[in-house]
């Protein structure tokens, strides 16, 4: 899916998370889709662990800090570091 149009569905999704302690991972990984790293990064460290949504908190941080916006397979993340497989219009989430 071409970025400009994704962007919108994007900002509306993170606008009804918004808020939604149990939505942290998602929420940090809409803001990393959006490139707004930054802001990605601290929600991502405020994940409560349960044993999966930490681990999914910390490859997404991994791509944020590496300013990777691009969706990406998060178990090719975990194999290979940052250099993650990119996902291109495949999927619509990292996280989902």
Not at 27 to 42: D, H, I, M, W, Y
Not at 63 to 79: F, H, K, M, N, V
Not at 80 to 94: D, L, Y
């Amino acid at each position: 899916m071409q970025r400009s149009i994704a962007r919108p569905n994007i900002l509306r999704i993170l606008e009804l998370v918004e808020g939604n302690p149990n939505a942290r991972v998602t929420r940090g990984e809409l803001l990393r889709q959006l490139g707004r790293f930054n802001e990605a990064v601290p929600v991502l460290k405020a994940v409560v662990p349960d044993g999966r949504s930490e681990v999914r908190a910390v490859r997404i941080e991994r791509l944020a800090r590496a300013g990777i916006p691009e969706l990406q397979d998060l178990s090719a993340t975990a194999a290979n570091g940052v250099q993650g497989q990119s996902m291109g219009a495949r999927s619509t989430s990292a996280v989902w």
